[in-house]
């Protein structure tokens, strides 16, 4: 079985600074990662995921994530955040032979853009 | 194309009372989650549907919960009676792609009991 683990609950950042969320997941199989942001009142949206080849994934908004497999993460990173990126950000995992293909999700963590 | 649809939006009721929640996933999309997200948590699955069969409701509490997809489309998810403690957001989502796993959320139900 998959687990998640999301380090930070909140990370706050002054605006046009870099960021980095932090994930690490634990597995006996190889995985599938993603990242999923949710703006305020608002669903999930699919930000970037991995299923193989090269380790640094990019995505929508300007966000990368690297996958690490001998430090089993996969940290999310921007060069510079705005305003717009206040939301809450989620990693999940899947193990990529699992017959039923379900994410296991980490808690999230809330990014918190000052001015 | 149109996104997952959910409603409705928002929903206030008093305990013991029952609810229900209504999802239309992406067009052609087999599969179609319900997930119980509590306020500081992340998802959690109550059910997944494979076109109008259960792939899991292991998660599901079955003695005040249930959810349907009668023609494999559109599902609802409905509680009877309702506890304090199923105040949450209810996400609905569908894929395509199962092996990639990638899902699309609808906007969520927030259910608050009181």
């Known amino acids: 079985a998959q687990s998640v683990t999301q380090l930070d609950s909140q990370v706050p950042v002054f605006e046009e600074a870099p960021v980095e969320l932090r994930c690490n997941y634990s597995?006996?199989?190889?995985?599938?990662l993603f990242w999923y942001v949710q703006y305020p009142n608002q669903g999930l949206q699919l930000l970037l995921k991995?299923?193989?080849?090269s380790t640094l994934v990019k995505g929508i908004n300007g966000f990368e994530a690297e996958f690490n497999k001998s430090q089993t993460s996969f940290h999310l990173r921007k060069p510079s955040v705005h305003i717009s990126d206040t939301a809450e950000y989620f990693c999940?995992?899947?193990?990529?032979?699992?017959?039923?293909?379900?994410?296991?999700w980490g808690a999230g963590t809330k990014l918190i853009i000052k001015p | 194309e149109a996104g997952v649809a959910q409603s409705p939006r928002y929903k206030i009721i008093e305990k013991r009372q029952s609810v229900a929640f209504w999802c239309n996933p992406i067009?052609?999309?087999?599969?179609l989650y319900w997930y119980q997200q509590i306020l500081g948590q992340g998802p959690k699955l109550l059910i997944q549907?494979?076109?109008?069969?259960?792939?899991?409701d292991s998660q599901l509490p079955k003695d005040r919960f249930s959810a349907e997809r009668l023609k494999g489309v559109d599902s609802t998810l409905k509680i009877q009676p309702a506890k304090l403690e199923d105040s949450a957001v209810y996400l609905c989502?569908?894929?395509?792609?199962?092996?990639?796993?990638?899902?699309?959320f609808g906007p969520g139900t927030r259910l608050t009991v009181t």
């Open positions: 597995s006996s199989v190889s995985v599938y």
């Open positions: 549907f494979q076109n109008n069969g259960v792939v899991d």
């Open positions: 989502a569908s894929s395509l792609d199962l092996a990639t796993g990638t899902q699309y």
């Open positions: 067009s052609g999309h087999a599969t």
């Open positions: 991995y299923l193989s080849g």
């Open positions: 999940a995992v899947r193990g990529e032979a699992d017959s039923n293909y379900q994410l296991i």
